[in-house]
């Protein structure tokens, strides 16, 4: 049972640019949640999905979207990146109440 | 609103020995959850263990256990017989158990270092 997977792994973008970040849930799970870890900081919650709809949104500007599909896989996009939207980019599926993390997509942006 | 605090940026713990990893939470939910993951170098976070505010018992994992005083709004980490394996990053994270509040709030982290 293959857990949480997430593409790429690392990305590297310069400052203006977009970018979509990809995260495929657990067997089973049907609720993706993103989170933002900037370097020595503990994770920041981005918004969740839920039936393909975002059911719930941290403190992120609107540049920071989101789509659920229907097989629950989701994607995180980011326009008019800054410098500070360095960071890893943790997705998280749950089912009711634990949440598994997948390895997380480092992005740089220049 | 909800806030987790952990105090130690470092521990350093010799191999073998008992470590307690310490984390106080806030919020004004009644009804919450308290998690506990290790972060290694590749970034991944793994669960580690799981207290529900109305559980009765200190939630126990293999060699973690969970302290939890509920007054005091600690949730410590503790781990027996420290390996090698165990030097990685470790969060504390709440969350509230109200239906749709499904985000995970993370303390700062303590970076634990076992040394041989």
């Known amino acids: 049972d293959a857990g949480v997977t997430q593409s790429p792994t690392h990305l590297i973008k310069t400052r203006g640019q977009q970018v979509t970040l990809r995260c495929s849930p657990k067997?089973?799970?049907?609720?993706v949640s993103w989170y933002q870890q900037a370097l020595g900081q503990g994770p920041q919650f981005i918004f969740q999905?839920?039936?393909?709809?975002?059911?719930q949104r941290g403190n992120f500007p609107d540049r920071f979207s989101g789509h659920q599909f229907p097989n629950y896989s989701s994607e995180l996009n980011v326009n008019a990146l800054l410098l500070g939207d360095s960071a890893l980019y943790l997705c998280?599926?749950?089912?009711?109440?634990?949440?598994?993390f997948g390895p997380g997509t480092r992005l740089t942006v220049l | 609103a909800q806030k987790i605090t952990q105090t130690q940026p470092g521990m350093f713990v010799q191999e073998k020995e008992a470590v307690t990893l310490d984390c106080t939470y806030d919020?004004?939910?009644?009804?919450?959850?308290l998690f506990w993951y290790k972060q290694p170098s590749s970034g991944e976070m793994i669960f580690l263990i799981y207290?529900?505010?109305?559980?009765?018992q200190n939630a126990t994992e293999g060699r973690y256990s969970l302290n939890f005083q509920k007054a005091r709004k600690s949730a410590n980490l503790v781990i027996s017989a420290s390996q090698l394996g165990d030097s990685a990053m470790y969060f504390c994270?709440?969350?509230?158990?109200?239906?749709?509040?499904?985000?995970?709030?993370f303390g700062q982290g303590t970076r634990l270092t076992i040394n041989p």
């Open positions: 998280a599926s749950s089912y009711l109440l634990e949440q598994f």
């Open positions: 067997s089973g799970h049907d609720t």
């Open positions: 999905y839920y039936e393909e709809e975002e059911r």
């Open positions: 919020t004004s939910d009644p009804s919450y959850g």
């Open positions: 207290q529900g505010s109305y559980d009765q």
């Open positions: 994270a709440m969350r509230g158990l109200i239906q749709g509040a499904q985000k995970l709030v």
